[in-house]
């Protein structure tokens, strides 16, 4: 297994801790990790020669904000029995989460240049056994739900405070396990797990709507008994306000609204880039914009 990066991890808890005291900063912590969360999944994905990228830069903001302030994760005691849970369920964006995890200290950044190398740690899916931070191996879609449903249910029956966080992507809702999962939640009013679903309309191929449709996918949470809540999913201060605790004794589902290959004008809503690799010319241009 990769090994914590102390001093980064420091750091960096450091800064969530100051800026905690100031909304505005915290809004600030959480751009700039996005934008280097961008930045180092455009030079692994480049230096790999594979990945995808355009869902990893649409999930880009809603993993810095989780670990840029909301999740009660310390990077220095990855296992600590306490903390909150976070799973990945579209683990094809493996990328994306890496290189948050690494910015956050929970390995070293230069273990990124190592991304879907032979033997590597950091493989296309994520692997809890190699990676700090990653709480269970996700790949096949409709996996990763139904098992945050059992951490969450697990948090529940042990008295634990501590929360569940579960990303999925939007065409991943056509798997019916996560339909299972999702009315599992709700019969156990587990209002600790929010469900995060990264809706950016596109998925292998074509768009989600084409492909099996979703909407109206609001009302399909609500029918199921989940608390439901719209926003811009690159809007960090929309993606604090979503990420509160349950008001209403139910699951939460945030449907974040967010564009395929956010933050690169060429990628964006562009279902190409669902598995592309950018050339030279076009790493160039693209970290122009990021950078920007």
Known sequence: MLT?????AEEFLATRRDAGKDRGATVKVVEDLSRQVRLSDLEMISRAKLGHIGGDFSVADILATLFGAVLHVDPRNPLDPERDRF????????????????????????????F????????????????????TNTGPLGHGFPVAVGCALAAEL????RRTFVVLGDGELQEGSNWEAAMTAAHYELDALTAVVDRNRLQQGARTEDTKKLEPLPDKWTSFGWQVRQVDG??????????????TGKPV??????????????MEDRVEWHHKVPTS????????ELSA
């Open 253 to 266: 589902c945030v449907i974040a609204n967010t564009v395929k290959g956010k933050g690169v004008s060429f």
């Open 234 to 247: 690159h809007d960090h201060g929309q993606l604090l306000e979503a990420f509160a605790p349950s008001t």
């Open 158 to 161: 042990q008295g634990s405070a």
């Open 4 to 8: 914590v990066d102390r001093s980064r």
């Open 87 to 114: 799973i990945l369920s579209k683990g094809h964006t493996a990328g994306a989460l890496y290189a948050t995890l690494a910015h956050c200290g929970f390995f070293p950044l230069s273990k990124l240049e190592t």
């Open 116 to 135: 879907a190398q032979p033997l590597s740690a950091l493989n296309g899916h994520p692997n809890r056994t190699k990676v700090p931070g990653v709480e």
């Open 281 to 288: 010319e076009q790493v160039v241009a693209a970290r122009a």
